[in-house]
């Protein structure tokens, strides 16, 4: 009997992607090439990078090496705030396809939003509907727009961001933020899904894995603790960004199509919100403080 396929999830402009998809955030780019091509081998077909990360071309070398058509491939990067601007976006893209070997981006996504610099802010995302507009790029987001950000860049946008990529993990759910995208129509897309990133906060608690609820799910399942949080994502809708660079945890995080949590197992893990971010303040992310050069391709 095989496997049940990982489901798809339809953007506002009808363009599909896989629900879950394969991250490699803090990867070095020394080990990207290899976890992106385990990915590949076990079955993902979507991948999710950025400019920042400064591991895109080894992405890319992973997704030519895979042999794989590129029709049957999701790539996703994201566009840092050092080249916000209209023509620095547009460039920037440039940068980006060249790195990851491809001619068209599926999802291209501005990074964090920068209030400090709004007005670059939006010219960059006019940037992202000018490459939607001209076809090379499927699909349009953000990433860690908060409702204002949101509600300000619809003011005066013209294309409805296709998803919000933010923290989301069993400790941190951001409901208030979920039901506006959802209201939107603009999809949930989790990164740090199982709460793993911890590095930018000291005394933010334990980590999810080791939570009591989420163990004695994933013991009544037979699964990981991993594995039941990303059904849990799986199930309520969003997308994930799972990560890691070892083979065996990159095949487990993959597994999770072969069981359901039940109603109350879900309500359970909702429970769990502590309101606490363990990543950075979004109104913090300034030029001052996080701008770098992003290298050209």
């Known amino acids: 009997m095989s496997t049940p396929a990982i489901p798809t999830l339809t953007l506002n402009n009808g363009v599909t992607l896989p629900a879950l998809g394969f991250g490699v955030f803090q990867s070095a780019p020394e080990e990207t090439e290899a976890a992106v091509s385990a990915a590949l081998e076990v079955g993902y077909r979507h991948i999710d990078t950025a400019a920042a990360y400064g591991n895109e071309r080894e992405v890319g070398r992973a997704i030519a090496a895979s042999g794989l058509p590129r029709s049957e491939l999701f790539i996703e990067t994201k566009v840092w705030i050092s080249d916000y601007g209209r023509e620095e976006t547009l460039h920037a893209f440039d940068?980006?396809?060249?790195?990851?070997?491809?001619?068209?981006?599926?999802?291209?996504?501005?990074?964090?939003?920068?209030?400090?610099?709004?007005?670059?802010?939006?010219?960059?995302?006019?940037?992202?509907?000018?490459?939607?507009?001209?076809?090379?790029?499927?699909?349009?987001g953000v990433s860690n727009f908060m409702p204002a950000h949101i509600t300000e860049l619809l003011e005066v946008a013209s294309v409805v961001p296709a998803v919000n990529q933010i923290e989301m993990h069993p400790y941190?759910?951001?409901?208030?933020?979920?039901?506006?995208?959802?209201?939107?129509?603009?999809?949930?897309?989790?990164?740090?899904?199982?709460?793993?990133?911890?590095?930018?906060?000291?005394?933010?608690?334990?980590?999810?894995?080791?939570?009591?609820?989420?163990?004695?799910?994933?013991?009544?399942?037979?699964?990981?603790?991993?594995?039941?949080?990303?059904?849990?994502?799986?199930?309520?809708?969003?997308?994930?960004?799972?990560?890691?660079?070892?083979?065996?945890?990159?095949?487990?995080?993959?597994?999770?199509?072969g069981f359901d949590l039940s109603a109350s197992e879900l309500a359970q893990i909702d429970a769990l919100d502590t309101g606490v971010r363990r990543g950075p303040e979004p109104d913090a992310i300034t030029l001052e403080t996080f701008g770098r050069p992003i290298p050209e391709a």
């Open 95 to 140: 940068k980006s396809a060249t790195k990851l070997g491809v001619d068209q981006i599926d999802l291209l996504i501005l990074h964090q939003p920068l209030p400090s610099a709004w007005i670059a802010t939006l010219a960059a995302y006019e940037a992202l509907e000018q490459l939607l507009a001209d076809g090379r790029v499927r699909a349009i």
């Open 172 to 257: 941190f759910q951001q409901r208030g933020l979920l039901e506006l995208d959802d209201s939107l129509g603009i999809l949930n897309q989790a990164w740090s899904p199982i709460g793993g990133i911890t590095f930018y906060r000291d005394g933010v608690g334990g980590s999810v894995l080791d939570d009591p609820t989420i163990l004695s799910i994933a013991d009544a399942h037979g699964v990981s603790p991993a594995q039941a949080m990303l059904r849990w994502h799986l199930q309520e809708g969003r997308s994930a960004i799972p990560k890691s660079v070892t083979p065996s945890r990159i095949a487990e995080n993959f597994a999770v199509t």
